[in-house]
């Protein structure tokens, strides 16, 4: 298995809902990344987790909450979200540390 | 911190050869990187080169690296209207961070 997969595809919730981005690696990497990638721009590092410990948090918002159950799963819960905050949500991985490999991506859309 | 620059846009026939160029900052960037993203879909990594070479190449494409002018250019050969896309230059501005430039969009016209 050599790739990242990323559920559900498409999201659309309301600013009050919870719910959550799954993400998956079976490639053995050990490191994973979430981004957020508006229109036209490139993506924005949020978390990195390292050998399942959250080793990177770029300030992003406590509304966006990630998680690192196992070595090859990765989630982010997501809590009274923004409009501002409709967007691609990306899933990496990477075996070194540097070269990083990405999922599908998460289109969410908050009303 | 890395800062990475490339060009908006690039128009080639189908056939002909594109060339994606990319200049970077931090001369310490261990690794420089390719990604392509087409419309909806994830980031794929093309190809890297490591900071210590100066050319790439794999199958159609070619990755020059001049470390003196901080210059990374992408040659992609016989390119097909498959190739169109957003192209990615980036840079590892540390260890586990990679700075994204702003992307180029390719238009192959065939």
């Known amino acids: 298995d050599t790739e990242v997969t990323q559920t559900p595809k498409h999201l659309v919730m309301g600013m009050t809902n919870k719910k959550s981005l799954k993400c998956e690696q079976h490639m053995g990497h050990r490191a994973m990344y979430w981004y957020k990638q508006k229109a036209k721009k490139p993506p924005e590092l949020m978390f990195v987790y390292s050998y399942e410990k959250l080793s990177i948090n770029e300030s992003v918002p406590s509304r966006f909450s990630p998680e690192c159950p196992n070595s090859s799963l990765l989630n982010l819960h997501l809590h009274a979200l923004q409009p501002e905050d409709s967007a691609l949500y990306l899933c990496?991985?990477?075996?070194?540390?540097?070269?990083?490999?990405f999922g599908p991506g998460t289109r969410l859309t908050v009303t | 911190g890395e800062d990475v620059e490339q060009s908006l846009f690039l128009s080639v026939r189908e056939g002909d050869s594109s060339v994606i160029n990319c200049t970077y900052t931090?001369?310490?960037?261990?690794?420089l990187y390719w990604y392509k993203q087409e419309p909806g879909a994830g980031l794929q990594l093309l190809t890297y080169i490591f900071s210590n070479m100066d050319m790439k190449q794999d199958q159609r494409l070619t990755v020059l690296l001049n470390k003196k002018d901080k210059h990374l250019s992408l040659r992609i050969a016989d390119t097909q209207t498959g190739d169109s896309a957003i192209y990615f230059c980036a840079g590892s501005g540390g260890y586990q961070k990679v700075t994204f430039g702003i992307g180029t969009k390719l238009q192959v016209i065939p």
């Open positions: 990496a991985s990477s075996p070194t540390g540097y070269e990083q490999y």
């Open positions: 931090d001369s310490s960037s261990t690794y």
